[in-house]
């Protein structure tokens, strides 16, 4: 088990280039397992759910092959099985994207239900619904088992109840592959979604319309290789202009696509940090102090949910009382109490945290429970006085690539350090 320690209250200064988008890496790496040849996919960030990924795509019996830190060429042709290994699956919610794939070109996947980050209930229901629209038969216990008579899915309309990345992205890699067009109606928007679409587009499917909310896919017979390239992090990027907003100094976040940041940056500005969009990077800065603001969180274009703990944590240091929605998890506040041992004063009521901002915040030993909640404490320990020891770091690792060196290079004084055993109290939920 490891800890960051962090001796905070510097500014940070220098540039920071971001990794490729977690979000999409989870689901195009399973996508690749549709496809009946080579793909050579670019830009993939090192974290560990990556790695935990390959294990489980080498387990069915594709062939990874590193070609350097960030490229991957992937053979799916030797795939034999359609039950990836159930303890690697439960590590990661992103598993799930294993069954639209798995489905979509063998006509059978049987996955264990995922795991992944605990901030409420995570229901499938959705990417069920869509997979039985498809022709499908699903069932439900410890494994998802789905499949279809005669091998092959068939095209329909599928209308999702709740805007969902997840169904949305499964339900598009297991039409790639269908007889006939399907169409997905309500579809989420995230830009992840559209890189996903346009991966499978580069290996020979049809998909129109991702980025909208109605996403016409016609089915191919056969999905046959290329290379991709994945797009810039915008959570990764969000959180260092968090960070710098939290710590203050200047920042240029280099490899982002600034349209995707548009949602964070528009909160960040109307907070008073300076924010300038250049060709393929951000510069931000933070002088003077940080005025209270309203956040909703939604599905995209709107405020992330996956931001929504880095930016309690800025709004924490800001002047005047601000009032946070949480618009899509039901329980996604379980991170404030660390924060409020580093002085943050907030009140949650259900989905919404009243956030009172305080002068400062001093260094307390605090314990990551999840992804960006890890996250969210990271940027409070950097405007911290003193030292704070975050624990739990392996959640915050399954998402950031080298998030200590990138810091340490703008100026923080952060390290990673071992932890002995006896200190880990927590539930290890991946
Ligand atoms: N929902 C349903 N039924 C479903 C699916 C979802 O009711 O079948 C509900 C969920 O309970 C939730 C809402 O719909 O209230 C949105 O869930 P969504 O399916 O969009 O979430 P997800 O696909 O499981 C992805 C990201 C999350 C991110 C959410 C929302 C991945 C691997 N995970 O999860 O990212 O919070 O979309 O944007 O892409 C993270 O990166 O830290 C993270 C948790």
């Not at 039985?132 to 095209?155: C, D, P, Q, S």
């Not at 349209?259 to 528009?266: G, V, Y």
């Not at 931001?307 to 998890?329: D, F, K, N, R, Y």
């Amino acid at each position: 088990m490891n800890q960051y320690i962090i001796n905070g209250h510097r500014p940070l200064f220098g540039e920071i280039t971001i990794s490729g988008a977690k979000n999409a890496a989870v689901a195009i790496i399973p996508a690749a397992l549709m496809v009946d040849g080579v793909c050579r996919i670019e830009n993939i960030p090192q974290i560990s759910d990556v790695t935990l990924l390959f294990s489980i795509l080498e387990g069915l019996g594709a062939r990874v092959r590193v070609l350097n830190q960030h490229a991957v060429e992937i053979d799916s042709r030797q795939v034999h099985s359609t039950k990836p290994q159930f303890d690697l699956v439960r590590q990661i919610r992103a598993s799930y994207y294993l069954i639209g794939a798995l489905l979509g070109r063998f006509g059978e996947a049987t996955v264990a239900m995922p795991g992944g980050c605990d901030f409420g209930v995570r229901p499938i229901d959705q990417h069920i619904k869509g997979f039985t629209a498809l022709g499908a038969k699903v069932e439900e216990g410890n494994f998802v088992h789905a499949k279809v008579e005669g091998g092959r899915l068939t095209g329909a309309s599928v209308y999702m109840d709740v805007v969902s990345v997840g169904a949305t992205m499964n339900v598009m890699m297991a039409a790639a592959l269908a007889k006939g067009t399907t169409t997905i109606e309500n579809a989420a928007k995230e830009p992840h979604i559209v890189d996903l679409a346009n991966f499978l587009n580069f290996m020979g499917a049809d998909i129109k319309g991702a980025g909208t909310d109605s996403i016409k896919i016609r089915g191919v017979d056969r999905l046959t290789g290329g290379t991709y390239s994945i797009i810039p992090d915008q959570i990764e990027a969000g959180t260092y202009m968090a960070a710098v907003a939290a710590a203050g100094g200047q920042l240029l976040i280099k490899n982002v696509i600034p349209k995707h940041m548009d949602c964070i940056s528009a909160k960040l500005m109307e907070m008073g940090v300076y924010v300038e969009e250049l060709d393929d990077a951000l510069l931000v800065r933070r002088s003077g102090e940080l005025q209270r603001v309203n956040v909703k969180t939604l599905p995209y274009p709107g405020f992330p949910t996956d931001m929504q703990p880095q930016i309690v944590a800025v709004l924490s240091l800001a002047h005047g009382t601000s009032m946070v929605t949480e618009g899509v998890w039901s329980n996604r506040f379980r991170y404030v109490d660390e924060l409020k041992r580093l002085g943050a004063h907030i009140q949650v009521d259900g989905r919404v945290a009243v956030v009172e901002g305080v002068d400062h915040f001093r260094g307390a030993p605090i314990q990551a429970c999840d992804l960006r909640a890890g996250a969210a404490l990271v940027v409070a320990a950097l405007a911290a006085e003193g030292t704070t020891e975050i624990s739990h770091v392996q959640y915050i690792e399954r998402g950031y690539e080298d998030l200590v060196g990138k810091l340490r290079a703008v100026g923080a004084d952060i390290r990673l350090v071992d932890l002995p055993e006896h200190r880990s109290t927590m539930k290890d939920i991946g």
